[in-house]
């Protein structure tokens, strides 16, 4: 092992360089003027794959972005590791936040900067690198290895559990490895064993065929603008409970256990407030705020869209609203039950005095893992190798839809080893990527192999 980890500490500039390439390609899954980038980022993935020494390299067709798929299963009576990323990253609006452009990335302060950075395709490639490391030290891996890097990952992974549940027998493994979510805090990392689900939706109001004077109309026609707040305000009372009926009715609570774990980790709620620069912190009566964002679902408005947002003023009755809204969930909510509430509760709270048409966008189930098992003790004891400090353990409040397929098509547990930061502005303007930690986790990801051959 020390053959391999002498190699990594010698290559690092080189990472990161090649790592600027990757995050050169602007594979924004979300939008449809990106297919071609999505291509060539697929394509890239999987050159790749083939350079660090994988093979059966191929991308297989979906209905919508390739999937990349690579293995290496020359490692006879050993464990096999299914290891998932995704390529796809989310848009980059609002561009003018950016320091430097997203798809230049860009080294500051131990920092790289640039969309996909963090999540995922910095932790994807330490991957890749601590597979390169074994095959050009030792000509092989301790472990057999299954790849499966998708490009839809941030559009909810629609087309990816068909291709788990058509190659069943052919993604047959002991475990997933996942790097996708980021460490408790800075020097503290640690393992995920849940995160949430979610249900996605988009509300349209029409009050009428075109905008009107509001002098002229106003009074006597709904404004969808207001309808839509009066709507939205319904979904939730002050104290953050969601007021959709049923929706609570399969929320598994937290066990005094856990709530007593979580309680251990080291947390402050003003440094934690003072940090997001939050007026005051907001949440659900009686949980604290681990709690609220890991083990208890939400109702969040992610976009609104009506009316006159220009300079000045304008005296205008908009004749349409839009809001994108989604729901985290918990175990053991299921997001189809959870959408049809919702959707029922919505028609329930809209007057007729406009149209409404809800579409319902993606989603995925809520995931909770045993964390008592070899695979996770190994994925703790490479992570204290790689980092000098054991890991803690915790939930995480955001989804990664395919980690429950695993679970209810392959039976295969997973195990997220994830090292970005929670400061490290995934989705939102200037994302980045500690290079200390992801030097740390090549290294670790590269005795991870070992320590899952060896258990
Ligand atoms: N990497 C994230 C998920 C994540 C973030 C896990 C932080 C743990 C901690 C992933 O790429 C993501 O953002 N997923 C989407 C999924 C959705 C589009 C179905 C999410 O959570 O919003
Ligand atoms: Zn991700």
Same mark, same amino acid.
């Given at each position: 092992?020390?053959?391999?980890?002498?190699?990594?500490?010698t290559?690092?500039d080189?990472y990161? /360089?090649?790592?600027?390439d990757?995050?050169?390609i602007p594979?924004?899954?979300?939008l449809?003027?990106?297919q071609?980038?999505?291509? /060539?980022c697929?394509?890239w993935?999987?050159?790749?794959m083939?350079?660090v020494g994988l093979?059966n390299?191929?991308?297989?067709?979906?209905?919508?972005?390739?999937?990349v798929?690579?293995d290496?299963?020359?490692?006879e009576?050993a464990?096999?590791?299914?290891?998932?990323?995704? $390529?796809?990253?989310?848009?980059?609006d609002?561009l003018?936040l #950016?320091? !430097?452009?997203?798809?230049?990335?860009? *080294?500051?302060?131990?920092e790289? $900067?640039?969309?996909?950075? +963090?999540?995922?395709k910095g932790? *994807?490639?330490m991957?890749?690198?601590?597979?390169?490391?074994?095959?050009?030290q030792?000509g092989?891996?301790?472990?057999?290895?299954?790849?499966i890097?998708?490009g839809?990952?941030?559009v909810? @992974?629609n087309?990816?559990d068909?291709?788990?549940?058509?190659?069943k027998? =052919?993604?047959?493994a002991?475990?997933v490895?996942?790097?996708?979510?980021?460490?408790f805090?800075?020097g503290?990392?640690?393992?995920?064993?849940?995160l949430? &689900?979610?249900?996605?939706?988009?509300?349209?109001?029409?009050? @009428?065929?075109?905008?009107l004077? @509001?002098?002229?109309?106003?009074?006597?026609?709904?404004?969808?603008?207001m309808?839509?707040? =009066?709507?939205?305000a319904?979904?939730?009372?002050k104290?953050?409970r969601?007021k959709?009926?049923?929706f609570?009715?399969?929320v598994?609570?937290?066990?005094?256990?856990?709530r007593?774990? #979580?309680?251990?980790?080291?947390?402050?709620d003003t440094?934690?407030?003072?940090?997001?620069?939050?007026?005051?912190?907001f949440?659900?009566?009686? $949980? !604290?705020?681990?709690?609220?964002r890991?083990? /208890?679902p939400?109702?969040e408005?992610?976009?609104?869209?009506?009316?006159f947002t &220009?300079?000045g003023?304008?005296t205008?009755?908009?004749?349409?609203?839009?809001a994108?809204?989604s729901?985290r969930?918990v175990?053991?909510q299921?997001?189809d039950?959870?959408?049809?509430l919702?959707?029922?509760?919505v028609?329930?709270? +809209?007057?007729?005095? *406009?149209?409404?048409?809800?579409?319902?966008?993606?989603?995925?189930?809520?995931?909770?893992?045993?964390?008592d098992?070899s695979?996770v003790?190994a +994925?703790?004891?490479?992570?204290?190798q790689g980092?000098?400090?054991?890991?803690?353990?915790?939930?995480?409040?955001g @989804?990664?839809?395919v980690v429950?397929?695993f679970?209810?098509?392959?039976?295969?547990p997973?195990?997220?080893?994830?090292?970005?930061?929670?400061?490290?502005n995934a989705?939102a303007?200037?994302?980045?990527?500690d290079?200390?930690n992801?030097h740390?986790?090549?290294v670790?990801a590269?005795?991870? $192999? =070992?320590?899952?051959?060896?258990r």
């Amino acid at each position: 092992m020390i053959n391999v980890i002498d190699f990594i500490n010698t290559n690092r500039d080189r990472y990161v /360089r090649e790592l600027k390439d990757y995050l050169a390609i602007p594979s924004i899954s979300a939008l449809p003027e990106h297919q071609a980038d999505m291509k /060539r980022c697929a394509e890239w993935t999987g050159a790749e794959m083939t350079r660090v020494g994988l093979e059966n390299v191929r991308l297989v067709k979906t209905p919508g972005n390739p999937v990349v798929y690579g293995d290496w299963l020359h490692a006879e009576g050993a464990p096999t590791i299914l290891f998932y990323g995704h $390529y796809d990253v989310q848009p980059v609006d609002p561009l003018d936040l #950016w320091e !430097t452009p997203p798809f230049e990335a860009t *080294v500051r302060d131990g920092e790289i $900067y640039a969309r996909g950075a +963090a999540d995922d395709k910095g932790q *994807v490639f330490m991957h890749f690198k601590a597979i390169e490391a074994h095959m050009k030290q030792n000509g092989r891996l301790p472990v057999n290895l299954k790849v499966i890097i998708e490009g839809e990952e941030e559009v909810g @992974s629609n087309n990816l559990d068909d291709f788990i549940r058509a190659n069943k027998a =052919q993604l047959g493994a002991d475990v997933v490895v996942i790097s996708d979510s980021a460490m408790f805090e800075r020097g503290i990392p640690s393992i995920c064993y849940g995160l949430r &689900g979610l249900t996605y939706f988009q509300i349209d109001l029409r009050g @009428s065929n075109s905008d009107l004077h @509001s002098g002229v109309f106003g009074g006597s026609v709904a404004n969808p603008a207001m309808v839509l707040a =009066q709507m939205l305000a319904q979904m939730r009372d002050k104290g953050g409970r969601i007021k959709i009926p049923g929706f609570y009715d399969d929320v598994r609570e937290l066990t005094t256990e856990e709530r007593a774990e #979580w309680r251990k980790l080291p947390w402050s709620d003003t440094r934690y407030r003072k940090e997001l620069g939050a007026p005051k912190l907001f949440g659900e009566t009686g $949980y !604290t705020t681990n709690e609220r964002r890991w083990g /208890r679902p939400t109702f969040e408005v992610n976009g609104l869209l009506s009316g006159f947002t &220009g300079e000045g003023a304008k005296t205008v009755l908009p004749a349409t609203a839009m809001a994108k809204v989604s729901m985290r969930l918990v175990p053991d909510q299921h997001p189809d039950k959870i959408a049809a509430l919702f959707e029922e509760y919505v028609r329930k709270v +809209a007057p007729k005095t *406009v149209e409404l048409k809800v579409t319902r966008m993606h989603g995925g189930k809520p995931w909770m893992a045993d964390f008592d098992n070899s695979f996770v003790r190994a +994925a703790g004891r490479a992570i204290e190798q790689g980092f000098g400090k054991a890991p803690v353990f915790c939930r995480e409040g955001g @989804s990664i839809p395919v980690v429950s397929t695993f679970q209810e098509e392959l039976g295969i547990p997973s195990v997220l080893f994830g090292v970005g930061l929670p400061d490290e502005n995934a989705h939102a303007p200037n994302e980045k990527l500690d290079l200390a930690n992801f030097h740390g986790g090549i290294v670790s990801a590269a005795i991870l $192999y =070992q320590e899952i051959a060896s258990r």
